[in-house]
């Protein structure tokens, strides 16, 4: 006699449904993977989209009270409650424009010379420790402003310049101890070489060997070659490099606030104490005495932003497109 | 009709060849120099940090308080580097899973037109002035909870997000495709492979991203100077109050102006910039050791 068994599952049966359950599982985490990853790249986008509103929104009262003429309003006066951005705008031209000459120069020369000139075991020497110049903090490279580059502007750099170039007005005469757009200049410099040495070393590697030992069997220098090849099918890399050193620059605020000076002030000189929009924020903020005054560092912000962002674009435009010839 | 070469003809260049020469010498030499000059100046300014902060540093100044009376007279920076630790600590959880994630969504799943668009706000985020950061978080949150720990924290991971995530979308499309086809051939499923195969074969690269990511973060002192900038400097660990930290203390003991306090201050910058540059080698050595091994 035997009883039913209630119908077991066949083998079969039960792969299949781990299989499906298996299926489900995966399918489950494909999705929730694919939703996590979606949303931090979302979230990227919203703290942009953030950052933007919250400079805008924090501007609003300077906005409201001054309109665009705060762009081309001079005075800045807290005690009296009056601001203008027009100098702080001015500064960061001038420092971002100086040390985006001098990066450009030493940038791109070191980065020809890691890339074609040195042979590689000096490269790979060389090449971290020039990157490592981008990792001292700015707070640090500003104090060693202070203290060795400042005495040294004064004492030596100032008169040299003046009594040479001094006629131009850009070299006038020295104000302060040295604290100045001019030491501003080479503390950029210095944060600013590493990032345009380490793009430009990378983009010369990509220049084919072929064109490059053409013009040496054609029978040119290294210079020639340089000239001829190299910097011609890297140019719009070279110009997105430096714009966006160029914006690093702008956006500096600790290094720049402890070495220029903080005089809110426009001179040709670039020996004349002056200010940037960054520097003011960070001299500023901290212990500002009205709402209009915390609005008008917003207002500034929003303006450095707008500068930031678009030297951005325009140096991720530049790069894409020299991909799409290339 | 000789086919001996005449023996005065100079082997060395002369005329415009001598020129032309003299002009590439000239540039090369030029190059060597600037790369010399980036090299010198690092070391000038490693070695004046060093002559002027390596007489602070003993085992007291880097865990004592700064008197609250007369700060930089005496004591040290015990709290600031506690609260710097917590605060690229926390500042590092929140950035590395949305750099990674955003990484991976650029490198697994975006269609090419809106990982551009993604990508374009990565690189955004990157040139973003660290002021503005600063200011953001300022407007955010401290304006209406006041100073803490988090906002700075906040304000440095703003920093972190896209280090980590451009270094590690990077990491992961250097992974081979045949691991990821060898995956697919197994019928592995999506979310497996990027667990299994990707992540762990690019964690190298996210791993050193992330450090050098921290070592930017302790550096840097615009983004906690308006979030974490406490009037007292004794040890404190409450997230949710004003913690000191090394950058804004080193501004603050400048600011004081006493010859004591700004020796003070060298100290903390020696200690910092130490840190950062041993971080920043010790990270590269390693990847560059790791990779090797893998015969990558």
């Avoid at chain 2, 950061?133 to 440095?156: K, P, R, W």
């Avoid at chain 2, 979310?191 to 302790?218: D, F, H, Q, Y």
Wanted: hydrophobic share 55%; proline share 6%.
């Amino acid at each position: 006699m035997s009883t039913l068994a209630p119908p077991q599952p066949s083998p079969a049966q039960n792969k299949r449904a781990v299989l499906t359950r298996l299926n489900n599982t995966d399918r489950r985490a494909n999705r929730a993977l694919k939703l996590l990853a979606l949303a931090g790249g979302a979230l990227v986008f919203l703290v942009l989209i953030a950052v933007v509103y919250q400079v805008i929104s924090g501007a609003s009262l300077a906005f409201d009270k001054y309109g665009f003429g705060f762009i081309v309003h001079k005075t800045w006066i807290a005690p009296a409650n009056e601001y203008g951005g027009l100098t702080f705008i001015y500064g960061t031209l001038v420092t971002g424009v100086g040390s985006l000459i001098l990066s450009t120069i030493l940038g791109v020369s070191i980065g020809l010379f890691l890339s074609l000139m040195a042979p590689r075991r000096v490269a790979i020497v060389i090449g971290p420790l020039v990157e490592m110049l981008a990792a001292i903090p700015s707070v640090v490279l500003g104090l060693i402003g202070i203290y060795l580059l400042l005495p040294f502007i004064h004492s030596d750099i100032e008169p040299a310049l003046h009594s040479v170039l001094g006629f131009t007005q850009i070299f006038g005469p020295a104000q302060g101890a040295g604290n100045s757009p001019f030491a501003a200049i080479l503390v950029l410099t210095i944060m600013v070489v590493p990032i345009i040495a380490a793009l430009t070393r990378d983009l010369f590697l990509t220049v084919p060997r072929e064109l490059r030992d053409g013009a040496e069997a054609l029978g040119c220098t290294r210079w020639e070659m340089i000239r001829g090849v190299v910097i011609p099918t890297t140019q719009s890399g070279i110009t997105a490099a430096c714009v966006l050193g160029f914006g690093r620059a702008i956006g500096e605020a600790i290094a720049v606030a402890l070495v220029i000076g903080g005089v809110p002030a426009m001179h040709l000189s670039v020996f004349m104490s002056s200010y940037t929009i960054g520097s003011v924020m960070a001299n500023v903020a901290p212990s500002a005495i009205s709402s209009l005054e915390t609005s008008s560092l917003f207002y500034l912000g929003a303006i450095l932003l707008v500068m930031g962002i678009t030297t951005n674009l325009a140096a991720q435009r530049i790069s894409s497109r020299a991909g799409r010839i290339r | 009709m000789s086919a001996i070469p005449d023996p005065t003809y100079a082997l060395t260049a002369s005329g415009n060849l001598r020129r032309r020469q003299a002009i590439s010498r000239g540039f090369v030499a030029a190059t060597i120099a600037a790369a010399t000059l980036a090299v010198a100046v690092l070391i000038m300014l490693v070695y004046y940090a060093a002559k002027q902060g390596v007489s602070q540093l003993s085992v007291h100044f880097l865990t004592a308080t700064l008197p609250p009376g007369s700060p930089g007279a005496s004591g040290g920076i015990g709290p600031a580097l506690a609260g710097t630790a917590e605060m690229v600590l926390m500042a590092t959880i929140i950035a590395l899973p949305v750099g990674v994630l955003t990484a991976l969504y650029l490198a697994e799943f975006a269609s090419p037109r809106v990982g551009k668009v993604v990508q374009t706000g990565l690189e955004q985020m990157a040139g973003l002035p660290t002021i503005i950061i600063g200011m953001f978080i300022y407007g955010l949150v401290t304006l209406h909870f006041g100073q803490s720990a988090i906002a700075g924290a906040l304000a440095l991971s703003i920093v972190e997000v896209p280090l980590i995530g451009r270094a590690s979308l990077e990491a992961i499309r250097r992974v081979p495709g045949s691991l990821r086809e060898a995956a697919d051939a197994l019928g592995v499923a999506r979310w497996r492979t990027v667990v299994g195969v990707i992540l762990p074969t690019a964690s190298n690269g996210i791993v050193t991203a992330t450090i050098l990511a921290v070592a930017r973060a302790a550096g840097e002192t615009a983004p906690v100077l308006l979030n974490s900038n406490p009037s007292t400097l004794g040890y404190q660990f409450n997230p949710l109050q004003a913690v000191p930290n090394v950058p804004v203390e080193i501004l603050t003991l400048l600011n004081l102006g006493y010859p004591s306090a700004v020796a003070k201050a060298w100290g903390a910058a020696f200690v910092l910039i130490v840190a950062i540059l041993a971080i920043n080698i010790g990270a590269r050595v390693w990847l560059r050791r790791s990779e090797r091994k893998r015969g990558l």
